[in-house]
């Protein structure tokens, strides 16, 4: 289930339009705005550095 769920998101991001993301958001409240701006930031970079090569185990 855990490997469904990040790219059901990444999916869902893809098919939403700016304006109603930034509007959901607002609608939600500032702080849980902030909130998933900084995990969907963490998850862009998270995603960059485990397809980039990662650590030199």
Do not use: D, W
């Not at 991001?13 to 509007?23: D, K, M, Q």
């Not at 969907?40 to 995603?47: G, Q, S, T």
């Amino acid at each position: 289930m855990k490997k469904l769920v990040f790219p059901a998101l990444f999916t869902l991001l893809l098919f939403l339009s700016s304006c109603e993301v930034i509007g959901g958001i607002f609608k939600a409240g500032f702080y849980t705005g902030i909130v998933l701006v900084v995990l969907i930031l963490a998850l862009i970079i998270y995603l960059f550095i485990k397809f980039r090569g990662g650590s030199n185990r």
